[in-house]
């Protein structure tokens, strides 16, 4: 079924009363940085879109008064990276001490927003959405604050051919393990924007793919706010990654000029307690340590 | 000139390129809470519109390049009420610690969003969008937080009955301190919601218009954020301003369920420290002893 739920609301709500669904997995936002900062028409169209999106949604569910378990896919990128020094990011709430005349006050908080484009600012807005409809209307919400995915397969779409997904390796959709991992195969320098000191969170498709039903399944301590669940299980410098692949695939590593305005260099230290818990067993790109002769050998194919 | 920023992007463009404004004062949004929390469909307008009509804005200023000041009405309500324990509510942004391996460290951030209805929180969505687009492409942005507006008249509008604007005390526009002064005039009881212990923040029409001539004109010091000023002159207890107006004026006083989650008593002290420095010299209801019956003198009328 194809139903643009930016769009057509009172559609989504005979869907939801028909369908009845325990859970819901929400991806229906345009998803790419590079492009939600190229033109007037992509940032508009990636906000009204992303938002009405979502907040569509929320209205739908609590006008249905559905009792689903609702999962949307936000991103490590709403914390901005280098933000809180050598504290590691927390899973969504953040600790900070307030001074007021009567002493000192802890208040958890939402960790303050720090988007580097105006796709990552949706999932900023998201997160306000998300927190109000929890605690006005008592939707059961996890955020999923994804890292960068890397590989193709999941368990389930290796069986067959036919249910292999898209592969993204561009500019625009493309993620930057993937993108390197082609570049190699077909014999083009890895590119590297600025020094590649930039550190980022990585997951594999098949961790993505178990943390979402980690995320639809498990109970919620507290449904009155947002859970937040940060969906990464390593990090990884990008230059480190480029000369790791480079090494294996034997490739050149071009330098150049980095579009956004970020830190040259960060350290990144994520917390992911809640989903290890949980039971996830990460697929780590280091554990994995043939992974990028495998993939060359899968791409070239 | 009608032209509706939130659906015509193209003609907002054309616009600001033939008009080559100084400064833009942007009023353009759904404003009202209990509206924003009707229905379905009143939630969706509040959030699609006000959003839309905000970031149309803002991405029309980076395509044409104008370095316009910009004003923008938010609210008080973005910051909750109670939150802060004994400490004043700043202006816009709150100074916390963190705890970090290497120590505390001090961030100054966005206060936390704790909007109480739809409508606030499309302001504590818009507070995002200015934070990005003053960051990112270093647009001119203050953010008026502004307190409940009574009175009304200003010193323009007073000069002739054709300039008298719209007066709103319906249960969707009107705001709360001139509702009581009408329901006194018309023989009706005061309506109290709840038992009338919270505390809100106030300001005079006139002072609006003074704080929005200031907020254009005056430069500001660190154009990278958004400068975020309180416009609000004082604070009062609803229940207090309805027995002051039902003993000037009269009247009863009816106390009526709540219909808002929120606390039933709250302290308030808010800093507008900034708006003094700049100028202001408030019109407050305590020095203005006998506005009430002359405001109900000119409701008779």
Chains 1, 2 share one sequence.
Not at 142 to 158: A, E
């Amino acid at each position: 079924m194809s139903l643009d739920i930016a769009t057509e609301y009172d559609r989504l709500v005979e869907v939801l009363r028909d369908k009845q669904p325990d859970a819901i997995v929400h991806f229906a936002e345009q998803r790419a940085a590079p492009y939600s900062m190229r033109t007037s028409a992509t940032k508009r169209y990636t906000v009204d879109n992303n938002i009405r999106a979502t907040h569509n949604l929320l209205v739908a569910l609590v006008e249905t008064g559905l009792d689903a378990a609702l999962a949307h896919l936000g991103t490590m990128g709403v914390y901005g990276y280098g933000w809180s020094g050598s504290a590691p990011i927390p899973e969504g709430y953040l600790t900070v001490k307030l001074t007021t005349p009567d002493g000192e006050l802890e208040r958890e908080i939402l960790h303050p927003a720090n988007p580097g484009s105006v796709y990552h600012m949706t999932k900023t807005l998201d997160q306000l959405l998300f927190s109000f409809y929890a605690k006005n209307d008592g939707l059961r919400i996890t955020d999923l604050h994804q890292g960068i995915v890397w590989g193709t397969q999941t368990d389930q779409t290796s069986r067959d051919e036919r249910l292999i997904n898209r592969f993204d390796y561009d500019g625009d959709y493309g993620t930057v393990l993937n993108r390197f991992l082609l570049q190699a195969a077909i014999g083009h320098p890895l590119t590297v924007h600025g020094t590649g000191g930039q550190t980022r969170a990585f997951i594999h498709i098949r961790d993505t793919v178990r943390c979402i039903e980690i995320a639809i399944t498990a109970p919620m301590e507290d449904p009155s706010r947002v859970r937040v669940l940060n969906q990464m299980t390593e990090t990884h410098r990008l230059l480190d990654l480029a000369k790791m692949i480079a090494d294996a695939m034997g490739a050149e590593i071009a330098y150049l000029p980095n579009p956004r305005r970020e830190a040259e260099e960060n350290d990144l230290i994520v917390r992911n307690d809640q989903f290890l818990a949980l039971g996830l067993n990460p697929t780590t790109l280091s554990a994995d340590f043939n992974s990028a002769t495998r993939a060359r050998a899968s791409f070239s194919q």
